[in-house]
T-cell receptor
């Protein structure tokens, strides 16, 4: 069965520090991979996505993610976190073979210390 | 409109009652999706519309759940005989064209928080 694991429920980083949010997936097909961010009172916003090609993907707001097939991972990174990055982050996986559904992880809540 | 609009933003209902949740997609978007997000979980797929028809309803948990999109724009998610386990945030998203969320960016609404007491 398809599944997405985000091992960290909460992460706290200092403003200006680097960030890495982990995502592992289990999928019986060629995966399409996504990261979404959800701020309080806001809808989910797409940060970046990976379909094929270069395994290092650049997104909005200075985020990037790297697809590692051998590790079944798609970790999200940012070199320097800003206080406004505090939010909940969701990794999601889909595949053409499974239609139009995305399978989401349980999310990681990011807190930023000033 | 400027974004996906969902109404009401909050709904409290008694166990056993019927509820309707409304989604106004972005104008011109042909694809519409419903997801459910339970506390501490990520969103879970419910149903996908392409135009007026439900192209994939495999995520609806049981026959108490039903969704319509009669004119290919506004969609209503209907829940009959609500149960406490239905309490969740119900998210709607729309995208410009079909092909699902894999090929086309979907824009999410803020959700309707349903509480069944």
């Amino acid at each position: 069965a398809q599944s997405v694991t985000q091992p960290d429920i909460h992460i706290t980083v200092s403003e200006g520090a680097s960030l890495e949010l982990r995502c592992n997936y289990s999928y019986g097909a060629t995966p399409y991979l996504f990261w979404y961010v959800q701020s309080p009172g806001q809808g989910l916003q797409l940060l970046l996505k990976y379909f094929s090609g270069d395994t290092l993907v650049q997104g909005i707001k200075g985020f990037e993610a790297e697809f590692k097939r051998s590790q079944s991972s798609f970790n999200l990174r940012k070199p320097s976190v800003h206080w406004s990055d505090a939010a909940e982050y969701f990794c999601a996986v889909g595949a053409m073979e499974y239609g139009n559904k995305l399978v989401f992880g349980a999310g990681t809540i990011l807190r930023v210390k000033s | 409109g400027a974004g996906v609009s969902q109404t009401p933003s909050n709904k409290v209902t008694e166990k056993g009652k019927y509820v309707e949740l409304r989604c106004d997609p972005i104008s011109g978007h042909t694809a519409l999706y419903w997801y459910r997000q339970s506390l501490g979980q990520g969103p879970e797929f419910l149903i996908y519309f392409q135009g007026t028809g439900a192209a994939d309803d495999s995520g609806l948990p049981n026959d108490r759940f039903f969704a319509v999109r009669p004119e290919g724009s506004v969609s209503t998610l209907k829940i009959q005989r609500t149960e406490r386990g239905d309490s969740a945030v119900y998210l709607c998203a729309s995208s410009l064209r079909g092909g699902g969320l894999l090929n086309t960016e979907a824009f999410f609404g803020q959700g309707t928080r349903l509480t069944v007491v």
